[in-house]
């Protein structure tokens, strides 16, 4: 399975983007799906999952009510939807598949796959 990050940018705070996670390859039958970033200096921390359904997603708190994750399966691509953007949230953001489970969890050695990863930047 290959991931691919997408969407970031640099951006006023305030401000929004979506980034996108397409997965490519041969593509398990369901898989959860997460969202992790790393800001300079700071280890890999989780942001945000979804289960395969898209029924059950989880965030955590510093991104609640401002971050939606989201996922089209008929794409193989899950988003982050990212509004009210704050300059801690400058960071790396990668995306990871857990396949053949459905949970959402914010564990990151429990994915097995691993885009490259795309760069947000806020500005205050």
């Known amino acids: 399975v290959q991931l691919q990050a997408s969407g970031g940018g640099m951006v006023q705070a305030g401000g929004s983007l979506r980034l996108s996670c397409a997965a490519s390859?041969?593509?398990?039958?369901?898989?959860?799906m997460g969202w992790f970033r790393q800001a300079p200096g700071k280890e890999r921390e989780f942001v945000a999952a979804?289960?395969?359904?898209?029924?059950?997603?989880l965030y955590t708190d510093s991104v609640k009510g401002r971050f939606t994750i989201s996922r089209d399966n008929a794409k193989n691509t899950v988003y982050l939807q990212m509004n009210s953007l704050r300059p801690e949230d400058t960071a790396i953001y990668f995306c990871?598949?857990?396949?053949?489970?459905?949970?959402?969890?914010?564990?990151?050695?429990?994915?097995?796959?691993w885009g490259q990863g795309t760069l947000v930047t806020v500005s205050s």
């Open positions: 979804i289960s395969w359904t898209g029924s059950r997603t």
């Open positions: 390859g041969r593509t398990p039958r369901d898989y959860a």
């Open positions: 990871a598949a857990r396949p053949q489970y459905n949970n959402p969890v914010g564990t990151a050695s429990l994915y097995d796959y």
